[in-house]
Structures are given as structure tokens and as C-alpha cells.
């Protein structure tokens, strides 16, 4: 990497700097970062648990399986605290019966029975399905907890031996999903105590990570790597096992039995807590009750408290930690429901802005967060994403967000902290992110360790020409043009709120002068949509894509393309009756099993949702809307996924999985309530203190929509939403203060 520039002094001011990326093509291998895909989460089904920097993976046992390419485990800042444990009942595994996660995803139970078990001489001493055992999970600050519940349902007494299998790699996160090390730390000896066993590594970066494990009643026999306990149980009666498994921290003082009860009652508590600010939604769909039940629970279990306020991580098992695009985007798609999460997304991106140069962690001063990591490996530079700023569109997104949050609660307070960020941010995208000074933001990694593409579609080939070949960079991407239109216009009103009103003019100018420059530049006539990017020559990527719709969901588009583009978006190349693909099923790299060229995610129909709303094309909306919903009543906890395979819907049939997908995901998680918003036209204004719906319509599948707990500033409304023959009608059920709803129609 190669910079021109010179050190600023106190009100210097730039006027030519140029940067230039290290290599300017994409590399046709594999990304160096990928998750290794050598089997599927979608055909394990595991269940995830999270709180805080922890999150564990189970299997529907409620056992964590070791082995090559398996993500199971309990995690805790990137680092696998456990990586094996299973329950043996007389040496043997135990029949499932059923694993479920409670509505609000505090506990994880798991039913489960014994088999047909053989005495020494192969003699049948106890048939199947007589033994019952209840296994209950659930994490809380930075420890699993689990009680084993076990019944005799038979008519003789039983002794039995129940046995815990464990294991701690403690490998880093970017191990499991794939990569290789060299070297690895030390392992100290287990200490084995009375009831109690300690595993400890210490790593390569001089950190000693530790498992403490504590049992209650004490096993029978304890070893460092198993427990064993000798049960007898009467016909009727019960024996409880209480096991907690504490990552990094010091061992509490009460028994695990008690230990665990009040845990459970705090960790309960805590989730009702922090949802309880959300606009609840009920529907005359129950499937899709269940689907808004299981993600509002999903979102709220993927919310961390940050110093900052609450910030949504973005996904389990492989980006369970502090992302700034998913974030952001997240805080967006739920602004309207929840305006703390964006309150807490912006403080804390602001807090970890970037104020210097570094190249190895592509950083400029002013530049949002791309990700945090934990682990060794990020510790010891082995990836560059301990603290990364390699995105080009979170900077852009930070100020787009900002700007909403203002128009959603008309919190003039906050903004005036954010203020400096901001200018912060604009400078960046007009220095640093207009890499060659053509008034268009650009990407370019600064070393070859960094991200080869720095849009939120960041594999290594998903940015390319209409034949194929690799498009070379700096590369200009048709969604972040948009983005920083919108951050222009953000700011500009920002200012004027602010007082500051000859900026907000300035902005102003600058964002119209954006808007005429992205439609000569990007719009591709005899395609009918935007180009995907320009590469570094300034020739356009003529590839129809996913991504000419956030051209709508930010406004950049030209009123005059809007139909056009929306026809283009919901033809049969593009929506594959689920949703929008990422890139067309014409196009030269098409292919419905990918990463981003022909699989459907459910966060980029969302904006494109909000984005042909916003244009008036109310019922496009809603066939995304009809079409997600459809594909969720297929899925596991009705749970939207990362993203699915792009393949044309059947009918009576529901979407191929994509095999590494996460589940959950925040901004598939906030996909419902983001799709609710864009078919009822919601938006606020706090100066009126009024709700307006603009041009409502509901999806077939809905005939009422009940919303709970609208808040606008200290008032508050429940409102009912139905439809009336070929319209839609609305009525206020209740209201504190002197809210109104506006109808426009």
C-alpha cells in the first residue's frame, strides 16, 4: 500500500490525497477467510444458546460432538471453552425424544430416554423407554448451566451409571470454521478437585484461558476428562444432577443447585427485560406469530450490554461478536419497534471510530468499525480482525443511521455527542473513501492479509463482469454510492437540527450532485437496472444483482428508474419466489448454491422491500414479504437463516438450506419486523407526535395486524390494522399521551 499525503496540523485541510490499494485484483481462490463448509448445520439442526460474549452449540441431544469441521461447543471471545460433551447411560448414548428451545431462548430442553440395555452376560435387564431424563440448559454470564433430571417410569428399582464426557481445545474460532495453525499453546495437567475439575491453556499470546467445571452432588468417580455417577432410583421417584461450566472466571460460592435455580430466574428475567421495549406484534396468522415470536427472541438473545448500550452481535456460530455493517443495518431494519438499539449501536461505533493510519487493520481516521475478535489468533495478528475496519459502507451506514435515529425519536441531545463522529465519518468518505477523488466511494484492502472485497457481498468472486472475469479495483459499488447519497442527506438534516445550517446546504448540494452522477454512471438502459460496481477504470460491472435494490431503499435512484428497476428485481431471473437473488439466474456466475452469486438473504430483500415501498410499489413489498414468509414455514423454529439457496420455489415445497448458513442472525432475525414496516408505510414524526401510515397494505397471508406498545417519545399506542376489502383500514385500540395515526392513502 502506497500513500500520498501529507501530516496535518490543527485545521489543515487535505485537498489531493490518493490512495492505492496493495493489489488491485481479487484473487480467484478460495477466500482466505471462509467458513470451511465439510458438513451442514442445516442437516444437524443444533441448538445455539447466547448471553453475553458466550454462546454455546448443541447438538439436539444437548451434547456437544468433537470432531474435524464440527462447530459444536461453548464458546466464550472466540475462544471453544468446551469442545466435547456427552451423556452416556450405561455406556450408552440415550434415545432422543425431543429438543426444544423456549419462545424467548432462555432454555434449552432436552428430552431424552433409555435404550434397550444389556446386563455383562448380553441378558436384556432393561428395556427401552423406561428411564426418563430431562437435560435443561441455559447460559448466563459467561457460564453454561445444566440440570439432569432423571425417572424411573418402571415398576422395579434401577441403578444405573450416568456418565459425563468432556473435552477443551480450546481452539480459536477461525480454527473451527477452518483455517490451520502452525504452532499451538501449552496445556496444563487437569486439576481434578471434590466435585470440581479445572482445564487451563495458555496461548501463544501469553493469555491463559480456563474451564472450570463443578458437580453437584459430587460424581462417583471424577477424572480429568469424565464424571461418573452412580444413580438408584425407585420406580416413581427422581434423582437431579446440577453441572456448571464457568469460562475464564472464578467459581461462585453457593452449591451449583442453588447456583443454578437463581441463575435461571435472573437469566428469565433479563430476556423479558430487554425485549420489553420492543413493539409487540400479533397477527391472524399464528405460523407467522410463532415466526415474529422466534425472532424477537433471536434478536434479543443476539443483543450484548456494551458500555455504549445494547449492539446487536451478528450471528452464531461464526460471528457471534461485534460487527459494524450487521449492526447497523439491524438497528435500521428494527429502528421503529426499538430506537435503544440504535441508540447503543451508534455510541458504541462511535467509541471505536478509528483516529489513526494502519494499514494491517485498514484504518483511516474517521472509519466505522468492520469487527472485533478475541481470540488468540486476532491477538497475535494470525487474522487481522482483532480490532478491523475493512468495510467500505459501515462508515457511511454509521451516519445513514444517525440521521434516522434523529427522525425516529428527535433525540437532539445524542446527536450533539455524535456530532464530531460524524464530520468525522463525512471527511472520511471524502478523503479516504474516494480513493482517486471522482467523487465516488471506492474499496481497496491495504495489505494482502486484508478483506479482497469490503462490501457486505464479500466473497472473493462476488464482484465481476458480464463475462465472468474478475472485476479489478478500487471498485465503486452500486449499494454504497446510495449509501453515502443517504449519509449526505442524513447529515444535512442532522446539521440543520444542529444549527448549523450552511453545512446542511452544502450537503444538501452535494448529495444531488451524487444522485445525477451514480444515474450516468451506473444505469445500464438495456438492463433496466443499476450496474453492480465500477471497477477500477471506471467500466461498469453489467450484471444485474441484488444490489441495485438498495438503490431504492436509500433514494439514490432516479424516479424515473424506479419502475423499470422494480420490474427488473421481481422478474423471474431475479425473485425465485422466496425473495430476490443476489444476482440474477442469467447472469455468467450464477449459481444457486453460492455465497452471494444466486443465494437469497433475507436482510437484502428487507431494503429492497423498503426500498420499492418507498417508490410506491406497495404490493412488490409484499410479494417479498409473502415469499420469506413462505420460506420460513419450512424452517426449523421458523427461523429465517443467514441466507438460503437462490433455486426457483415449488410448490408444496419449501427453500434448499445453504449448508454453513447462521441461525440465528440478527438482520435475518429483524427481517419480519423490517417487512411489516415496508407494507404499512410506517414512519414517525416526533414534532406532530404522529404515526403515519402510508399507503398500508397487508400480504395475503395476512387479514389483521395487531401492534403493541408503539412508542413515540413519552406517548404510547396500540394499534390494529385490517383489511377492508381491497383496502386496508386501521384503528387506535389504545394511547397514552396525545399520539395520532395518520392515513395516507
Known sequence: MRIEATVLGEGDVVTDLKVQSVDETPDASPDQFAVISQSSLQERRPRVLKHGDTFGVFDRNGDILSGEGNPDGLFHRDTRHLSHLDLLINGTHP????????????????????????DDAGRLFLEHDVIHIRRSKFLWRAAGYERLLVRNFGDRPQHLTLELRFEADFADLFEVRGMRRQRRGTFYPAEVGTGSVTLSYRGLDDETRITRLRFDPPPTRLESRRAVFDVDVRPGQRAVIFVEIHCDGDLPQRRPREHYLLSMVEARRRARQSSSRATLINTSNEIFNEALRR????????????????????GTP??????????????????????????GVLGFLAANQAQIEDPAADAEPGKILHEVRYGEMAELGEVPFRRYYGSVDSTPLFVMLAG?????????????????????????????GDRDGDGFLEYGRRTTEGLVNQGWKDSHDSIFHADGSMARG????????????????????????LGRVDQAIVLETEAEALRQQFDDAFWCEDLGTYALALDGEKRPCRVRSSN?????????????????????LMNSASFSGFGVRTIASAEARYNPMSYHNGSVWPHDNALIALGLARYGFKQE???????????????????????FCGFPRRRGQGPTLYPVACAPQAWAAATPFSLVQACLGMDFDPATKAVRLNRPVLPDFLDELVLRNVVLGECRLDLAVQRAGREVAAHVLSRTGDVKVVITN
Not at 453515502?484 to 438534516?493: C, D, L, P, T, V
Not at 441495485?548 to 427488473?568: K, N, S, V, W
Not at 417479498?624 to 437463516?641: K, T
Request: proline share 5%; net charge negative; aromatic share 10%.
Open 95 to 118: 434415545i432422543l425424544l425431543s429438543s426444544t428451545l423456549r419462545d424467548d431462548n432462555a432454555v434449552l430442553t432436552c428430552d431424552l430416554t433409555n435404550p434397550d440395555l444389556p
Open 404 to 432: 434516522a435515529y434523529l427522525e425516529r425519536t428527535n433525540d437532539v441531545q445524542t446527536l450533539e455527542k455524535l456530532w464530531p463522529h460524524i464530520e468525522a465519518a463525512l471527511h472520511w468518505q471524502k478523503i479516504f
Open 621 to 643: 413489498a409484499a410479494r417479498i414479504f409473502e415469499g420469506l414468509f413462505h420460506a420460513s414455514v419450512y424452517i426449523d423454529l421458523r427461523r429465517l437463516p443467514e441466507l
Open 295 to 314: 425472532s424477537l427472541s433471536d434478536l434479543y438473545m443476539l443483543v450484548t450490554d456494551t458500555r455504549e448500550g445494547p449492539y446487536p452481535y451478528a
Open 548 to 568: 441495485a435494490g438498495h438503490a431504492l431503499f436509500t433514494g439514490i435512484a432516479r424516479p424515473e428508474r424506479a419502475a423499470q428497476l422494480a420490474e427488473t
Open 474 to 497: 478500487p471498485i465503486a459499488l452500486c449499494e454504497v454510492q446510495g449509501y453515502a447519497f443517504a449519509a449526505k442527506q442524513a447529515a444535512s438534516r442532522i446539521a440543520r437540527s
Open 318 to 343: 461464526w460471528f457471534s461478536t461485534a460487527f459494524g455493517r450487521d449492526a447497523l443495518i439491524t438497528a435500521y431494519q428494527t429502528l421503529w419497534m426499538d430506537p435503544a438499539l440504535a441508540q
